[in-house]
Each structure stands twice: as C-alpha cells, then as structure tokens.
C-alpha cells in the first residue's frame, strides 16, 4: 500500500511540474490560460503531498511495530543498553549473559527470574567503583520491575581483578538480587542505592571494593 502511494505522489509532482512549465510558456507568449494552468497545478500538488504523507505514515507502522521486544530477553536486553550503554567506559561489551528462568515459588507460570551478568565501568577508586555498579543496578532494577513478568532479577557484576602475584583476571565484584515484593516497596527516585546491602535478598561485595 505505501508503494502505490509513493507512486502517485512522484505522478503527482510530474503533473504539477507539467502545468507550471505550460503555465509559464503561456505567460511569456503572453497567451490566454497561463492564470488557469498555474491554478490547476494545485491539484496534482496538494494530491501529491496527500499521498508522500500517506507512504510515510504507513512505512512508519512497521518500523515501530519490528522495533517492540518480542520476548522478554531481548526486552532486558534493551534496558540495559538504554541505561548503561552497549560497552563500558573502557570499550568493553557491557552484557555478559542473560538467563530467563521460570518462578518456581510463585504459582504464576508468566512469573520469570532473570539474571544479567555485566561488565562494570571503571572508575578512579574502588569505592567510587562500587558507587557506580550500585547506582547502575538501581537503574536496571528500576526498568525491570516494570515488566509484569519479572518476579526476581539478579546483577552480577564483573571487573579486572588483579591479585597480590599481580595478576589479572575478570572476576565477580558485586552481586545484587531483589524480588518482585522488594521492587514494589522501594520508592526508586528517593531510594539510597547504597540501601540495597541491607534490602536486597541476595547481596555480595568483593572485599578489595571496600578498601
């Protein structure tokens, strides 16, 4: 449908080019219905814009249709790139895995346990470290909690760790879990992300970002 509009649009412009083309010949010979030909170059004009307007709201409908997750994965996906971006502010990719589990301690079948594992962004001290993963948590969780599916939801976050023989290797720097019935009592724009050590159900901080 947005192929026959776009089709009689560009006809459209032809005619109106057309008319105006005659309308000025006629003009310079001085020749009677030069003014009627002009006025009749409206026509296939304002038709023309009818149906360009027409073809970009119907190729719109698609787009925006496609651009809706299908299924909550790629909607947890979404949210984190939204948030925190696709890589860390040291170009690393920042979603690791993604697990969607069903519930099993709810009766609800839809209820779903997700788990994200994510690269965090460095940052000038440790403690500044942990500050950043647990405001970024309190962004995600946020978004999460307002999908109906999700019951539980689970951050890991990873980082270079180095060890005392100078070693280096990702490991886990912070862990945050929360339920759907926490999510529902925490007041997001006033809520203290570094509350999630005492509201959280599931909470572990890597000793060397308390230092």
């Known amino acids: 449908m947005s192929g026959i509009f776009l089709t009689i649009g560009f006809l459209g412009l032809i005619v109106f080019v057309v008319y105006v083309i005659r309308g000025a010949i006629y003009a310079v010979k001085k020749k009677e219905g030069a003014k009627k030909l002009f006025q009749r170059s409206l026509i296939p004009l304002f038709a023309s814009l009818a149906c360009i307007i027409a073809f970009d709201a119907t190729a719109d409908t698609p787009k925006q249709a496609s651009s809706k997750p299908k299924t909550l994965d790629e909607a947890v996906k979404n949210i984190v790139i939204e948030e925190l971006g696709e890589k860390t502010n040291t170009d690393k990719k920042r979603i690791i895995d993604i697990k969607i589990n ?32 647990l405001s970024d948590s309190k962004k995600v969780f946020e978004k999460l909690f307002q999908n109906n599916e999700v019951s539980k939801a689970l951050l890991i976050w990873e980082f270079t760790l180095v060890d005392k023989y100078g070693n280096e290797s990702d490991g886990t720097i912070l862990r945050v879990g929360i339920d759907r019935q926490t999510a529902d009592k925490i007041n997001w724009e006033n809520f203290d992300y570094n509350n999630f050590e005492t509201v959280a159900q599931q909470y572990f901080i890597h000793p060397a970002l308390n230092k």
Not at 104 to 132: C, E, F, P, Q, W
């Open 102 to 133: 069903n519930d099993a301690g709810t009766t609800d079948k839809n209820d779903k346990i997700v788990t994200v594992k994510l690269y965090a962004d460095d940052n000038l001290t440790a403690k500044m470290l942990k500050s950043r993963a």
